[in-house]
């Protein structure tokens, strides 16, 4: 199972071997598998099977709506990072909101959840599923998946590596698609249609927008509302190589009537743009697996600050500062600052 994880290169092929080693050990009529931003988690894009891919906007919804059990981004800070629905429902699994509305009608019974966590940053999502009437996930299912989860979240994390860092060299700038209080599309510009083709979502089922935009709306939603601190931003990947930066605002309506939010009812700005280099460093040094000191030496070096300085700004001596660097060019694969620089802050790519 654990070797399944590592086959992968990329995100598609990990979450092909992983669910077909989980389908040789445990009974899974469904599957839903997604990617997220470890900053946000948010989802990035996700496979949903069938049924689970007719439903998929409710499923997302429900993540942000409100109360219900074993939400993924809960699961990122529970011990284990897994559970079932009939654990959490103690076997009443009309409890769940998600279970009575999205899942009973589809046919389907228990779940089990899994946020995919690795020193300390989560990189995706696994939900397994079984038809309802089926017996629900033991406990030896629950303790296999806490088991292997560090090691898709790792499998995850290096496929982020594969997508390196690419940017527009004559960026055409960015595209705006504005959602409705619903999230249903009203209109969107001829860019954004063109950025949101280069999203490599893996399986958008029923959402008219790819994964990325969708969640960003529905967590600025969820912000207003009081029900998630979540910032409304990821960067998601792209087709060919490189990252998109997914933003949601609203925008306000002079005079218009103030909303249930508490803001003046305009719609949804969701803006998709080419990620710079400022907002994918910090996820490629995650993705190296770098420790936050590690990644604050690597941070300055990229900023062209000098070991003198380095020194003082975090008030450590000057072979530390050598050790660390050392420990980031043997995680990045490089042997210099310059060879640093090159891999981290990438070389320009047609837009």
């Not at 420990?327 to 891999?343: I, N, P, Q, Y």
Request: net charge neutral; charged share 25%; hydrophobic share 45%.
């Amino acid at each position: 199972m654990i070797r399944a994880c590592h086959r992968g290169r990329d995100v598609e092929g990990v979450q092909r071997e992983v669910l077909a080693a989980l389908r040789r050990v445990t009974t899974v009529d469904a599957a839903f598998f997604a990617t997220a931003d470890p900053e946000t988690l948010l989802f990035t894009g996700g496979r949903s099977e069938d049924p689970l891919a007719s439903a998929q906007r409710w499923f997302m919804d429900n993540e942000f709506g409100g109360a219900d059990v074993n939400t993924f981004a809960g699961l990122v800070t529970t011990p284990g990072h897994v559970a079932t629905l009939d654990q959490a429902t103690r076997r009443e699994r009309a409890a769940s909101p998600r279970y009575r509305e999205i899942m009973a009608p589809l046919g389907l019974g228990d779940e089990l959840r899994a946020a995919l966590v690795v020193d300390d940053r989560c990189w995706g999502y696994l939900c397994l599923h079984r038809e309802d009437g089926a017996r629900g996930f033991a406990a030896a299912d629950t303790a296999l998946l806490a088991r292997v989860g560090p090691h898709i979240a790792e499998a995850l994390r290096r496929a982020a590596l594969v997508h390196g860092a690419t940017f527009a060299a004559a960026d055409a700038g960015p595209g705006v698609v504005l959602l409705d209080e619903h999230l249903e599309r009203i209109a969107v510009t001829g860019r954004a249609e063109e950025l949101m083709d280069r999203i490599a979502d893996t399986n958008p089922g029923t959402l008219r927008v790819p994964a990325a935009v969708h969640t960003a709306a529905a967590a600025l939603l969820a912000l207003e509302r009081g029900r998630s601190t979540m910032p409304p931003r990821a960067r998601a990947r792209a087709r060919g190589g490189g990252w998109l930066h997914v933003h949601a605002a609203r925008l306000r309506i002079d005079h218009a009537d103030v909303g249930p939010g508490g803001h003046p009812g305009g719609p949804i700005a969701v803006v998709i743009e080419h990620a710079d280099a400022q907002t994918t460093t910090p996820l490629l040094l995650a993705a190296h697996g770098l420790t936050p000191r590690e990644t604050e030496v690597a941070r300055l070096v990229l900023r062209g600050v000098p070991t003198a300085a380095i020194v003082g700004e975090l008030h450590i001596s000057r072979h530390t500062v050598q050790d660390h660097l050392t420990a980031v060019f043997d995680k990045v694969g490089v042997r210099s600052r310059r060879e640093l620089m090159g891999r981290l802050l990438g070389a320009a790519s047609p837009s």
